[in-house]
């Protein structure tokens, strides 16, 4: 199947190398990193994860996304969904597959990296991501490829990959849980210490990982006549209002306990987020609130049916409760568990210019094996269905 | 098989080529000695020479695990005699000269170890 | 004849990944000994079931009477002195209000609020850091103490993230540019870029017989002993003294005892 990328249009190879020089050109900064250190990042003694981490587990989310796609086609027999599936899977692996660099970029010692492996240790919730998002990997690989090999040849895909597929909608739900442990486990690190942490990861991916799909895939209706369905962009749009709103809901759970128990150290992280300290905003601040316009301005477009089927009112929704979500989960995750440090008291935190740049780079490569897969997946699509594109 | 001649030369030549470094030392022409100074004072290793030439980094990473794991922080030779466990303490102790003894044999022999990142090497720190 | 060729690359391509597999564990599989030696504990070592401290705080009068502590310990394993929030500690002090922040009270006597207060790794009988590591590159010895090895730790910083009580340092810069000597301990390592350090309890120190540092450098102020042996110097202090701990709640049961 891969002979689909051989015959593409200019653009689209001017695409990949657009991307190809990027990746080269932050990987030199990366290299730089390798050579002086993780003090190229702005993270610290007291913050001492940052963007990286915060990229790492947005994207465990959009990962674990392709089962709001999977679940309803296989469980509930949802056919409309079955000709967007295989974008979902792929997009799934171009998302561990960032998820995988996210951590490398991160690490201080990355050469050393297979210790988790040579030196397996059941204690840590570390290990158990590593197995899960592997495994999600290859399942996704492995079926995504499969399906669209049966696909390509006009037949209906092996029996043995039927329970693959119900195994990788349990396996959805595990990387983000176990993700979500990775927090909620810490003695201490009160922003995080919640038992809702993993439910609001999972409401949050649902809305978010098929929001970034359905807008991608308008992009792909417009270089290409690839056309997603009507009702099956209803019925995804419908499954991101509900996810979308159990996600707003949960997160007023964690503002109500914090403040309602007016225990310190459970509200001072959400002071923080929101009001800043000493009468300071802090940069994440004006984020934070930001974020929340988006939220309920997306909800509030989402919700009504009749601008939820409006096409461009549904991708201006979308743009904003991918941006509000990625920003509760993206950014302020990660400052609100590290601010108020451990001494109580607040060290700042601000991604570097470099830090950016490196992280940018994980969205190339991203970006890059997304272009490769979805070219190939539309290529069958295309000789199986006779679309132009 | 089509081409038959070809393919099999082509293949018997590529197999010589790939094991050429195995032949080629065979005739043991090339051999050179790395040069290496052993320490002056001090006559016997912890074990017997050509244990530590072969085993000397496997033993390391076993010393270190003992040490710092199990608290194991004396080494009894297979000779009785006893060592306290310590790259820096123990080994660098008699061999003090980084360049003339570690340095040629893992330069000669294209491994970079990088225990000098941490530990200090003898008259390093000045 | 082609689909043929197809199951036989599928079966040798199978083979192969199998026989690889095989191979990758191999290294797992050979822990065996090395060394045709023996190992044996050192013959000097004081041993404990459970190392703790107790600080006599009243006993110092102001930061500058931990200088010597802080100079002592740092000097003994080269710790580096980085400026800015990317620092080094392994010894170090804060105000009361940012050691204990639970017990802190707006009336609170103005000598306590106003003392400082040495803090370090609190080698905790339930250490979370070890919890959470996921190479076993930190771990808890016999004895008590919480150990690093520097030479497994990749450098993931979830201890970091882990531990409640900012015991736990990253070198983000090489450290060898930044530290305290001159000239550096030569019979301790530094680190590498990298990796994650804190206090070891002076693990290296008490192997030959010697007290920790800061505890030698305290002149009697800081104890240090088993405390399951209840005729301790330590168990003695905590029997007579009122002792508080950085944030018991939290379930990770400190061995730092502070006399206030």
Known sequence: MLEKLLSAPKTYYGWLGFLLCLIAGCGLVYWQQLQTGLAVTGMSRDVSWGLYI?????????????VMLVLPAYFHHYKKFKRMIIFGEFMAVAAVVMCALFIVVD???????LNVMLHPTPNSIMFYDMLVLIGYLTLNIIIGWVTLEAERLGVEPAKWIKPLIYLSILWAFS???????????????????????????????????????????FLVQRLTDFDPGKDAVKTLATIIVYAMCVNVFFYLLEIFTAFYSQIPDHVEPIIFLFAGHDGHLAWVGYWMWTAVIMAFLSLAILIPPSSRTNPSLLSVALVMLVAATWIDKGLGLLV??????????ITPYMPTVREIIIALGV??????????LWKIALGVKRKAENFSG | MYNAKTVITGIIIFIVLCTAPFWVGLTGKNYKSTGIVLPKDEKNCVENVKFMRAEHMRLLNEWRDEALRKENRTYIASDGKKWSISLQNTCLNCHSDYKEFCEKCHVANSVYPYCWTCHIIPGESK | ????????????????FALSGGLAAVPGATQARTAPGRYDRGDNAPHAKRWAMVMYTRKFTGPEDYEPLIVACHKEHNVPNIPGAQNIKWFWLDSYEHTFPDDMNAYLNEKIRAASYPLLCNHCTNPPCVRVCPTQATYKTEDGIVAMDYHRCIGCRFCMAGCPYG????????????LPAATPNPVFPTRMIGVVEKCTFCSERLAAGKIPACVEASKGRILFGDLEDASSNVRLALASNFSIRRKPSLGTQPGVYYLI
């Open chain 1, 175 to 217: 990387i983000h849980t176990v993700t979500a442990f990775l927090y909620a486990g810490i003695p201490g690190r009160h922003y995080w210490l919640t038992a809702i942490m993993a439910a609001r990861f999972l409401s949050s991916a649902f809305c978010s990982g098929p929001a970034i799909l359905l807008l991608l895939l």
């Open chain 1, 54 to 66: 915060s990229q790492f587990t947005y994207f465990v989310g959009v990962a674990a996304s392709a």
């Open chain 1, 363 to 372: 969205y190339a490569v991203g970006a890059l094996v997304l272009s490769l």
């Open chain 3, 1 to 16: 004849m082609n689909k043929n060729r197809r199951s036989f690359l599928k079966a040798a391509g199978l083979s192969v």
């Open chain 1, 336 to 345: 609100g568990g590290f601010t108020p440090n451990m001494y109580e008291t």
């Open chain 1, 107 to 113: 690490l201080g010692q990355p050469q050393r990296m």
């Open chain 3, 167 to 178: 015991a736990r340092s990253f070198n983000f810069i090489d450290p060898r540019k930044f």
